[in-house]
């Protein structure tokens, strides 16, 4: 997988792609290249943003900047991206981000992630140079950086060879293989601690029980979180 990443703070990716399982994921084959923003404007002192039409706070991301960077990087006009490669801009209105997505982007060969920042995006880069808007949370970040790291970690973690073990991303919580929800509690030795015993069940060696006790605690889970999320 091929994933680009627009911004103005590529070093923040520095210390992500450091991290060993991303170091995984990149000698497995897959590439993450950051550019930024501010190598492709022609405005003097670099400027990349402006002040917003009909006024209000903050300041915009300029459609012709990213136009450029956009441009000079695939070299085709960014209106014609979305049918090459999922176009992503990172807004805290896109599309939530869950598990179902996480896998449905992680099968792609491209991906680019467009980070705004201060007020985001003009709407012009949104509406025609990007596929998809995705939020990882109903609240403001500072910009998209996290954001992607976010989509990024998610993705790559799916990724084979990422992770320690080949199946440790298969039963884990939300995927298909719980029924979408949060996963079973774990235990470790030692097996009473303080006189809080681990569950009988998992030492008992008998995995038909442990498996069975295992769903119900998850769909357990799963009903509790959609009382406190009120659906
Ligand atoms: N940019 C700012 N806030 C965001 C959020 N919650 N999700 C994705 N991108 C963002």
């Known amino acids: 997988m091929e994933i680009d990443v627009f911004t103005l ?9 450091d991290q060993r399982h991303v170091r995984n994921a990149l000698a497995a084959g897959t590439s993450l290249r950051c550019v930024n923003f501010r190598e492709h404007t022609r405005l003097s002192g670099g400027q990349v943003d402006d002040t917003p039409f009909g006024g209000g ?8 900047v990213i136009d450029s960077a956009l441009r000079a990087h695939y070299g085709v006009d960014p209106v014609l991206l979305p049918e090459q490669r999922r176009v992503i801009a990172l807004t805290p209105g896109g599309r939530p981000l869950e598990d179902k997505l996480v896998d449905e982007l992680a099968a792609e060969p491209a991906l680019t992630l467009l980070c705004g ?8 880069i949104v509406e025609h140079f990007a596929s998809d808007q995705i939020s990882i949370g109903s609240y403001v970040l500072s910009g998209g950086e996290l954001a992607a790291m976010v989509v990024c970690d998610t993705i790559l973690r799916k990724l084979p060879g990422t992770l320690g073990h080949e199946d440790s991303a298969v039963e884990e919580s939300f995927s298909p293989a719980l029924g979408g929800n949060p996963e079973y509690p774990h235990y470790t030795r030692p097996a009473e601690y303080r006189g809080w015993r681990v569950p009988e069940v998992l030492l008992s060696g008998h995995h038909e029980r442990i498996e069975a006790w295992r769903r119900e605690r998850s769909s357990e889970r799963g009903e509790e979180r959609r009382g406190a999320a009120g659906r």
């Open 9 to 17: 703070f590529p070093e923040w990716f520095q210390w992500f792609r």
């Open 57 to 64: 706070a903050g300041m915009v991301l300029r459609v012709d």
């Open 117 to 124: 920042r201060y007020e985001g995006f003009d709407e012009r």
